[in-house]
């Protein structure tokens, strides 16, 4: 069609993504009705993400469901309880969950993983370091993490609250290029399709603008915690990270599959590469915490797009900790780069002019090769 662009992202994000994260909502987990796992969905869903995995790709899960499953086994009333309550259900309901997805994964000789955040796990720098390398070293070597918020921890004030915007704050913290929302509705609408029968479907998204916030009503489920308007805050998180965003609906057996194939689904397009998201929020960074002085080799290989290696760091300025954002300098103070740092200014400084290789022996442990990668580095 000459003069238009087609409203569905072509081809579909999901089938190019490298690094996926699925949320998988508690309504859809848990039999409202019985207080159960809906095991025979589960499976479906487990057999998609087996199937994305031997599409070589890697895949987070962010599941729901531990409250829901929980509360059953404490003898906890329908309707809404109170935080410790809650607390109590997901201590009881998570332990299940993750047996869950253990058994079904296993089945296909897939190691799971859980790991379970709060809030400070994204907002707090070392701590946001620690999960993403902790998620990176269980990709890397083929596991599934299966993501909850630490329920049993996190207090009213401190917690996501729901697993929309975990799950684009982790898709964000992995840099992952796709988050999809399995959910009790199938996409976004112009207005609430449960009470007003003219709303229209909207499969693609190009831009957050205001009148697609204006669009979140609340979701007809009272299982999970999110509606329509967190799953755009959601939305807006993960396509400012560089991703492409996805709610569809997961009620249907093998959910992401269906999406994969072209299913109902609303897109939201990123804004921005995940790296070039990346760099951005390094270039933005507003007071760098040191100075790294380098020599002549080394500002040649940064120009040339390459890491910065201890070998070519002539001194160090300023007190930082690894992941803080740092500014490369050349010996005459000029500023080459900015980047965020993968050691503390004191571990710098004992490793500086030395070769890679001997960082371990020289600090008694082993990091990265690089004082700065080179996908954390902007150049000035
Ligand atoms: N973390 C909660 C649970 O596992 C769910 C939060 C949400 O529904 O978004 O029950």
């Not at 994000?13 to 848990?30: C, E, F, N």
Request: hydrophobic share 45%; proline share 5%; glycine share 8%.
């Amino acid at each position: 069609m000459p003069g238009k662009t087609p409203n569905t992202p072509t081809p579909n994000p999901l089938q190019r993504a490298r690094r996926v994260v699925i949320k998988v909502g508690s309504a859809l987990l848990v039999d409202a009705a019985s207080g159960r796992l809906n095991r025979a969905w589960l499976e479906t869903l487990v057999a998609d993400v087996v199937r994305l995995h031997r599409q070589g790709k890697e895949v987070v899960l962010v599941s729901s469901g531990a409250i829901a499953l929980g509360r059953r086994h404490l003898g906890l009333p329908k309707g809404p309880l109170r935080l410790e309550e809650s607390q109590a259900a997901a201590a009881v309901g998570q332990i299940r969950l993750a047996h869950a997805y253990k058994e079904l994964l296993e089945q296909w000789d897939l190691q799971v993983a859980q790991v379970l955040l709060t809030l400070e796990d994204s907002e707090q720098r070392q701590r946001y370091l620690n999960a993403r390398a902790t998620l990176s070293a269980l990709l890397a070597r083929g596991a599934v993490p299966v993501i909850n918020e630490n329920d049993t921890v996190a207090t009213a004030e401190i917690r996501y609250g729901d697993n929309d915007r975990l799950a684009a704050r982790v898709a964000q913290m992995i840099s992952a290029d796709c988050v999809i929302l399995l959910s009790d509705i199938d996409g976004l609408y112009t207005a609430d399709p449960h009470r007003d029968p003219n709303a229209e479907f909207i499969p693609l998204v190009r831009e957050i603008t205001p009148e697609i916030e204006a669009m979140g009503g609340e979701s007809a489920s009272d299982m999970g915690r999110g509606g329509m308007t967190t799953k755009i805050i959601a939305a807006r998180i993960a396509v400012a990270a560089g991703c492409h965003f996805c709610i569809a609906a997961g009620a249907p057996r093998h959910p992401v599959r269906r999406i994969e194939q072209g299913g109902r689904s609303t897109w939201f397009r990123p804004s921005a590469s995940p790296v070039a998201a990346r760099k951005q929020w390094i270039a933005g960074t507003l007071k760098p915490a040191g100075v790294l002085r380098v020599d002549d080799g080394a500002a040649r290989a940064l120009s040339a797009g390459k890491s910065l290696l201890p070998a070519g760091v002539t001194a160090v300025q300023g007190r930082f900790e690894r992941g803080d954002t740092v500014s490369v300098q050349s010996a005459d103070g000029r500023e080459l780069a900015r980047g965020i740092v993968a050691y503390s200014d004191s571990d710098a400084l004992r490793i500086i002019g030395r070769r890679s290789e001997e960082i371990p022996a020289l600090l008694g442990f082993a990091g990265r090769d690089e004082l700065i990668h080179r996908d954390d580095l902007v150049l000035s």
